[in-house]
T-cell receptor
Framework: GENVEQHPSTLSVQEGDSAVIKCTYS??????FPWYKQELGKGPQLIID?????GEKKDQRIAVTLNKTAKHFSLHITETQPEDSAVYFC?????????FGAGTRLTVKP | DGGITQSPKYLFRKEGQNVTLSCEQN?????MYWYRQDPGQGLRLIYY???????QKGDIAEGYSVSREKKESFPLTVTSAQKNPTAFYLC?????????????FGDGTRLSIL
């Protein structure tokens, strides 16, 4: 089955800097890659997703890149703000099988 | 506003007791899911349901049971057979489970042992 690895587990950046979180997956059949943001005591919220026929997608300060050959995808957050502090999860999916990474705790210091 | 509602937010279980976690959605989604989240770990799938009156085991179904009698409801029972039930439980739904649709999550139920 699919296995998703996520790095780093914790990330601390200064406000205004960029943050990058990387994930690798093992199943080449995976074709849908969502990213979720989870705040303390809440459920994960979808922030951006990408499908396997696309290499990059942007939404304001957030971008995701996908390298299908290398089986890795990354989340890029530019101009970070304190409210970006949260746990971020990547996931890889094929059909009804969605596998999640272990999460990255991002701290943005003012 | 459409969404997923989980209740209660906090739940305590005594030894040998079964407890049921509620999950309701008004998004008209066909598929629903239950995940368990432990500190420092990703989400692990307990059960999922693609359609009313049908459900499948996920990776860690032992000690849990579900039902799907209505499209909008997917309750999870944590039975006494689950020896380590302390965790954060998340319910999710998606439009369907076969076309790689995003999953929408509720705000979870935190279960603890008394």
């Amino acid at each position: 089955g699919e296995n998703v690895e996520q790095h780093p587990s914790t990330l601390s950046v200064q406000e205004g800097d960029s943050a990058v979180i990387k994930c690798t997956y093992s199943d080449s059949a995976s074709n849908y890659f969502p990213w979720y943001k989870q705040e303390l005591g809440k459920g994960p919220q979808l922030i951006i997703d990408i499908r396997s026929n696309v290499g990059e997608k942007k939404d304001q300060r957030i971008a995701v890149t996908l390298n299908k050959t290398a089986k890795h995808f990354s989340l890029h957050i530019t101009e970070t703000q304190p409210e970006d502090s949260a746990v971020y999860f990547c996931a890889a999916s094929y059909g009804n099988d969605m596998r999640f990474g272990a999460g990255t705790r991002l701290t943005v210091k003012p | 506003d459409g969404g997923i509602t989980q209740s209660p937010k906090y739940l305590f279980r005594k030894e040998g007791q079964n407890v049921t976690l509620s999950c309701e959605q008004n998004l008209n989604h066909d598929a629903m899911y239950w995940y368990r989240q432990d500190p420092g770990q990703g989400l692990r799938l307990i059960y999922y349901s693609q359609i009313v009156n049908d459900f499948q085991k996920g990776d860690i179904a032992e000690g849990y049971s579900v039902s799907r009698e209505k499209k909008e409801s997917f309750p999870l029972t944590v039975t006494s057979a689950q020896k380590n039930p302390t965790a954060f439980y998340l319910c999710a739904s998606s439009m369907d489970s076969m076309r790689n649709q995003p999953q929408h999550f509720g705000d979870g139920t935190r279960l603890s042992i008394l």
